[in-house]
Each structure stands twice: as C-alpha cells, then as structure tokens.
C-alpha cells in the first residue's frame, strides 16, 4: 500500500543552523511527493513538491530532492530562521487512485 | 482570489448532538477532501470529492459520518450522535482536478470539541 514516514520530532534548532527532516514513502509506480507546512495558527500550505524522480522541488531557502532509489524525499534548508518554527508534513499522491497520503508531521521550533 | 474557507472555525458541543462543519472550495476545482487531524497526529484522510460525485469514501470511520457536495461546490461533512473521540480539527482542502501532480489547497479547518 501507499505510506509515508516521517522523523519524529520535535525538532528544537538554533538560528541558522542546518535542517533536515527525513521522509521515505511507500508506493507503487511514481507518485507526486509534496512537503506542506503549518505555522502557529495557521491552516496547512504548500511549501514544495516533485513530480518525478531526481526532481529537485524548492521554496523559500528549503529544498527536496525525489529519489527513487532510497525512496526518499528529505526537506532540507541550509539556515534556518526563528519564522521557520513550524510543523512540516511530507506527503504523496499515487499514481493510481484519488487519496493523498500524509505523514504525521515533525515539529520545529527554531530559538534565536 | 478566495482561498477554501471553512466554518465555524470552532464548534464545541455535547456527547450525542449532531454536528455540521461546512467547506467552501476554491472556485473551479473540482476535487474536494475532508481530513481529520486528532491532536499531535497526521492528518487522517476521511473522503474525496470529483465533482458532487464521492468516488472514495474509504476513510469515512463509521457510518456516523457522511459528506455531501453540491453545485460542485459547497460540501458539507456531518457527524451524528457525537462522540468524544470525534473531537480533532476538521481539514477540508481542493485541487484542481484532483490529479496526483496538482497540490492541495487547505482552509484553516474546524476543530470541534465534545464534551
């Protein structure tokens, strides 16, 4: 079946350190994979997606490349800044059927 | 443009009432979808819309809940008789089309509470 999975958190960094929050997915074919964030308060947005493998989706200083190989999508972002504190979701879409899949969500919280 | 809007953007109510969360769409998609999200969990997929047609109602976790859409519009997702596990953030969000490269679009959800 299709699945996502996503390191846990919470994530606690410090201003401008380096991210990373792993994703793997399950799924047959190629599916579309997506990042989507949630701010404090705030309801869930597009941050970044791929479409194919070795896509490289970006947005707002983060990045995430589609790898087939190791079935991964990991978000990374180089510095991160206090306004970054968020909660991520990784999530795909199949190439068959009408569902998306999301994973749990990993918390960050960026301290200045 | 508008966004999906959602209302009431809050709703508490007793064990046992039936409630009514309401999901306004982006206007011209037509894929439409309802998520749970219990508190310091995922998102819980629950139903999809193409059109006022529900071709995966997979989700839907008893037969307490059921959605409508209408218009290819407005849906409406209802909970009967209430139960305290039913209280979560209701998510509703659209896409163009519904295809599997087109993102979803999300309303800030409704969280409902029962006491």
């Known amino acids: 079946g299709n699945s996502v999975t996503q390191m846990e958190g919470p994530v606690t960094l410090s201003e401008e350190a380096f991210l990373t929050i792993n994703c793997t997915y399950t799924?047959?074919?190629?599916?579309?994979l997506f990042w989507y964030v949630q701010y404090p308060g705030e309801g869930l947005q597009l941050l970044l997606k791929?479409?194919?493998?070795?896509d490289k989706g970006s947005n707002k200083g983060f990045e995430a490349t589609y790898r087939k190989e190791t079935t991964s999508f990991h978000l990374e972002k180089g510095s991160v800044q206090v306004s970054d504190s968020a909660v991520y979701f990784c999530?795909?879409?199949?190439?068959?059927?009408?569902?998306?899949?999301f994973g749990t969500g990993t918390s960050l919280t960026v301290i200045p | 443009g508008a966004g999906v809007s959602q209302s009431p953007s809050n709703k508490v109510t007793e064990k046992g009432k039936d409630v009514e969360l309401r999901c306004d769409p982006i206007?011209?998609?037509?894929?439409l979808y309802w998520y749970r999200q219990r508190l310091g969990q995922g998102l819980e997929f629950l139903i999809y819309?193409?059109?006022?047609?529900?071709?995966?109602k997979s989700g839907l976790p008893s037969d307490r809940f059921s959605a409508e859409r209408t218009g290819e519009s407005v849906s409406t997702l209802t909970i009967q008789r209430t139960q305290q596990e039913d209280s979560a953030v209701y998510l509703c969000?659209?896409?163009?089309?519904?295809?599997?490269?087109?993102?979803?679009?999300f309303g800030d959800g409704t969280r409902l509470s029962i006491l």
């Open positions: 969000a659209s896409s163009y089309g519904g295809a599997k490269n087109q993102p979803q679009h």
């Open positions: 799924a047959t074919g190629y599916p579309s």
């Open positions: 791929a479409t194919k493998a070795d």
């Open positions: 999530a795909l879409h199949p190439n068959t059927g009408n569902q998306f899949y």
């Open positions: 206007s011209g998609h037509t894929a």
């Open positions: 819309f193409q059109g006022n047609s529900a071709p995966d």
